[in-house]
């Protein structure tokens, strides 16, 4: 095999990377000492070179054939996003309320079975020293002048003191009092680090919240796979926000006399028979409404193969209120989950406004996706377990919660609103996202929001009185897109390709979802291209 054929080339990175990744050893049927990676500048740095090295060889790599071109399609785009983000600065300096190097300290703890207590021993020890890397990492990064906005400092530091006030590390271990040292040393760590962002990195972080033209194209275009033109993407999202407001209007007049939104939001919220109040409960309506969801669509609308079919659903406490799914690993020893982090305090929802959020996560969108992936045993283990796109799978998800109502999952006018509202929360977040960090004008008159210029209180307000998202999870939403710039384009963009291609496309429905599935995770650049060279219907 040639030095740089596309499959040696993946090979070989998926082979260096393992050196320096759990889950890329994983993907090999390795065994890592630790699911916590490595978080050190010089493990960044090494990572960094690993990564360019395959870009050069894969530069000069031909494919063999169609699936040799999706592979080399996937991670030439990948191994660009990687690079330059780390060039910019913006890989070692992240801090954002989700979904950073923080977050998968602790939710390596999500993935082990709760009795094995030979792992979560092992992970508990290296938490310390895991925090005290990215401590390194952060501070090494600020030195070079990267530094993440105070507001995502403190939000981070906020996090890591409602891990160590809820008791996280120590509840893993009431059942094993021999692991309670550790468990002490972890909380003792995490509150240590709360101390060292507020004490050392927050004197050093900036107030400006936006990330301003520059450093946005570089990330929108590392979480979309693809480069999009601002100005058209702006005026799209309140094009959306105008459409889906008058659909949640229609939809609205459907529940009460009134035809108000509002009259509707509060006659859903007061019928008792859409309540459920108690941990327990949650996780049992979550579960059921996940598998009666797999079971309507598997073998009538989409092919999934039995041994990736299963999900869980899980339900924690965890301040931030928001629904995530885990892939199942590549050994398939766990199955993939739904975990549901309800806000402090809350134990009860009104399952109307929780339908569309289930479909996202779990079925026909998250899981369905990695389901199908997992699956697909002609992708290169790189492509099936550790090719990310937010764009692509985050596209896909949002554009499932549609797709469900469709295939008739969605069971009520309520479900109904809850769905046009969870669209309209994703369109808000494309012009707050691209408003805030680029400081776009609101245009005059959308009869939506007043004023003239984006701020942090502006866009939550928005979230608030247009998607109907609680207070505090808007503000909680709001923290995010500022740390994660472009991160909140990837749904409603991403579905949007979605939606084109679809149109576009000869086959039916079924045939089309196997065919755009089956290519694998990619970035939306090459999705578009790969997508319209799908072969016609015969």
Do not use: K
């Amino acid at each position: 095999m040639p030095a740089n054929d596309v499959t040696q080339v993946a090979d070989d990175y998926l082979r260096d990377l393992a050196e320096l990744d759990p889950y890329a050893a994983q993907a090999l049927g390795r065994t890592s000492s630790s699911l916590i990676e490595d978080l050190s500048p010089d493990a960044f740095a090494r990572r960094h070179a690993v990564t360019a090295r395959a870009a050069a060889r894969l530069a000069a790599a031909e494919p063999s054939g169609f699936r040799e071109r999706v592979l080399r399609e996937a991670l030439a785009e990948r191994l660009a996003s990687d690079v330059a983000l780390y060039e910019a600065g913006f890989t070692t300096a992240l801090l954002a309320p989700l979904a950073t190097p923080v977050h998968w300290v602790r939710q390596t703890f999500d993935d082990l079975p709760g009795d094995d207590w030979d792992a979560i021993g092992r992970e508990l020890a290296r938490v310390p020293v895991a925090l005290r890397e990215y401590a390194a990492t952060l501070t090494a990064s600020a030195d070079r002048g990267h530094v993440a906005a105070r507001r995502q400092v403190l939000a981070v530091a906020a996090q890591c003191d409602g891990w160590v006030r809820d008791g996280f590390y120590p509840s893993l271990v009431t059942a094993q009092p021999a692991l309670a040292g550790p468990a002490a040393a972890a909380a003792e760590a995490t509150a240590g680090f709360a101390a060292f962002l507020r004490d050392d990195l927050l004197p050093r972080a900036g107030t400006r919240d936006g990330v301003g033209r520059e450093r946005y194209e570089v990330t929108s275009a590392a979480f979309l796979g693809a480069r999009i033109d601002v100005e058209e993407t702006y005026a799209w999202g309140w094009s959306e926000l105008a459409a889906l407001t008058a659909r949640a209007r229609a939809v609205a007049a459907s529940i009460v006399a009134s035809g108000d939104v509002d009259d509707a939001v509060r006659a859903l919220d007061a019928d008792p028979s859409g309540v459920i109040d108690g941990v327990p409960a949650l996780e049992a309506w979550l579960q059921q409404r996940v598998d009666e969801t797999m079971d309507a669509v598997a073998g009538t609308h989409f092919d999934v193969p039995d041994r990736t079919r299963r999900v869980e659903c899980r339900v924690t406490p965890s301040a931030s209120g928001v629904m995530y799914y885990v892939p199942a690993d590549p050994g398939l020893t766990r199955p993939g989950r739904v975990w549901w982090t309800l806000p402090d305090g809350v134990t009860r929802a009104h399952t109307w406004r929780e339908v569309s959020t289930l479909h996202h996560e779990g079925v026909p969108g998250h899981h369905l996706q990695h389901a199908v992936t997992l699956g697909l045993d002609d992708l290169h283990p790189w492509q099936r377990s550790l090719c990310h796109v937010h764009g692509y799978a985050e596209g896909w998800a949002h554009y499932a919660e549609e797709l469900a109502d469709e295939l008739g999952l969605v069971r009520t006018p309520g479900e109904r609103l809850g769905m046009i509202f969870a669209q309209l929360w994703r369109a808000v977040r494309v012009v707050v996202d691209l408003g805030l960090h680029l400081d776009l004008p609101i245009p005059r008159g959308n009869g939506l929001v007043d004023g003239e210029r984006w701020t942090p209180e502006l866009g939550a307000r928005l979230l608030v009185d247009v998607a109907r998202v609680d207070p505090r999870t808007a503000a909680f939403e709001v923290d995010r897109y500022l740390g994660w710039p472009g991160q909140a384009l990837a749904f409603r963009v991403g579905a949007r390709l979605w939606r084109d291609a679809r149109a576009s496309s000869s086959l039916d429905p079924r045939r089309f979802h196997a065919a755009a599935l089956g290519l694998g995770p990619v970035g939306l650049g090459p999705l578009r291209t790969l997508l319209s060279d799908l072969p016609p219907a015969p």
